[in-house]
């Protein structure tokens, strides 16, 4: 009964509206008070979930990512990106999927690529005769590889709920599934412009592409930095993300010249805004946990799944399926931490790696960022683009197709994920 009423204020406050880390905390109060255990256990739980050293690098990747938007580096990245396949059909199409690729891999903020790629390159679309929804379409599910290609907040995360799986195997992981979502999209994109007759994007002078490359290179050898040296075991995902922090602020401040000291307490207060909601976010999620745990929730789900089949593909199935339902109204960080102890279990007991499971999780997670009624990234978008939902549902569904299609690659075919981590750390 406990359980039941549980479940069912969490998702009456959802519903409601409420925010889902005030929904879990609120809820969690409910469930401890007729549990008739002392109150004074949320709070501890609380605070063990966020008193942990490997959270302290999730702040300094989101300091990055502020004063990499605030300081010019996506437009060089954009630039560089159009001297790659600006030339194409539609090549400000794939210039937006390769720039997200290029920026995502330095943020990890599927946010922050469609705030800063989308400002810049939606309205140069427009002005070319680009469809506004295809625009915002392309923008947003593109952005969602920020949150694959390493580094990326949600792995942080996901390891950190998982018992500490390693960062570093699950950075490596996504460099193969992301590589191959952008492709999907180009290819995508690519045809509905043939399609449509949308132009391709002037290359620069030869003068002015020795800028581009020479201005971009510096930005690009964040990732090189941050991404190497996690992967070579030079620096942890913490002292690589405080050293990421230190370089994007001297390129953009001393090189650039972009950042200034009147920008800083703009990008501080954006950072400290973004860092509490993620940590008060943990904290009720730990302690929404161990409710789950001593309501035997998950292991009840388990013989629930089990019950229906015992087959591995048809399990995994199910399992993608509720995720996707998940995704669509709930954001990607408290979907990992509320459904990671539920479905995880199951997956290492079918014998899939942590690891393997982790990727799988999160690109189900990162479709739903682009899909309503709850996606973050998909309302940015609308919102960079001004236009409505309706004018984005057509395209934005056939630009979800390769993302489909590599979900049901990466659960079934698991050398996908686990190639690179096999040949680095095996």
């Known amino acids: 009964m406990t359980s039941a009423f549980f479940i069912v204020v969490f998702f009456l406050l959802l519903i409601l509206g409420i925010p889902v880390a005030f929904a879990l905390g609120i809820a969690t109060c409910f469930a401890i008070y007729l549990m008739d255990i002392p109150m004074i256990i949320i709070f501890q739980r609380m605070f063990s979930g966020v008193n942990s050293f490997i959270l302290i690098c999730i702040p ?11 300081g010019g580096i996506a437009r060089r990245i954009v630039n560089f990106s159009n001297l790659i396949v600006g030339r194409i059909t539609g090549g400000l199409a794939a210039v937006n999927v390769l720039a997200s690729m290029f920026f995502g891999g330095i943020s990890g903020s599927a946010v922050a690529d469609t705030s800063s790629i989308g400002s810049m390159l939606m309205p140069m679309m427009n002005e070319e005769g680009y469809d506004r929804g295809f625009s915002a379409a392309i923008t947003c599910t593109s952005s969602t590889i920020g949150l694959i290609i390493p580094p990326s907040n949600t792995m942080i995360l996901y390891s ?3 018992g500490g799986v390693s960062i570093a195997e699950l950075f490596s992981a996504g460099i193969i599934p992301g590589i ?10 690519y045809i509905i412009s043939v399609k449509r007759h ?7 002078f030869l003068k002015e592409a020795i800028k581009i490359i020479q201005e971009a290179l510096l930005s690009l050898f964040l990732v090189v930095i941050i991404v190497g040296g996690i992967l070579g075991g030079i620096f942890t995902a913490t002292e690589a993300a405080v050293f990421g922090a230190v370089y994007a602020f001297v390129i953009t401040f001393f090189v650039y010249r972009e950042l200034n000291f009147k920008d800083l307490p703009e990008v501080f207060l954006k950072t400290i805004y973004t860092t509490a909601i993620v940590m ?32 591995k593909y048809i399990l995994l199935l199910i399992i993608n399926f509720i995720l996707l339902i998940v995704g669509t109204f709930m954001d990607s960080s408290p979907a990992i931490l509320i459904f990671t102890p539920i479905f995880l279990p199951i997956a290492v007991n079918m014998g899939l790696s942590p690891i393997h499971f982790g990727l799988i999780m999160i690109i189900n997670l990162t479709i739903g960022l682009v899909t309503p009624p709850v996606g973050t990234v998909l309302f940015v978008g609308l919102g960079i683009a001004n236009i409505r939902m309706d004018q984005i549902i057509k395209p934005l569904l056939l630009f979800l197709i390769p993302m489909i299609i590599l979900l049901l ?18």
């Open 60 to 70: 300094f990747f989101i300091l990055m990512g502020n004063i990499m938007e605030k």
């Open 160 to 162: 950190f709920v998982a």
């Open 180 to 189: 191959l979502i952008g492709i999907g999209l180009m290819i995508v994109g």
């Open 198 to 204: 949308y132009p391709s994007h002037p290359i620069p």
């Open 280 to 311: 008060f976010l943990i904290a009720t999620s730990t302690a929404f946990a161990y409710v789950l745990a001593i309501e035997q929730i998950p292991s009840l789900i388990a013989d629930f799944l089990l019950s229906i089949t015992v087959n």
């Open 409 to 426: 690659l990466v659960t079934y075919i698991e050398p996908i994920t686990m190639f690179l981590p096999n040949i680095l750390f095996q």
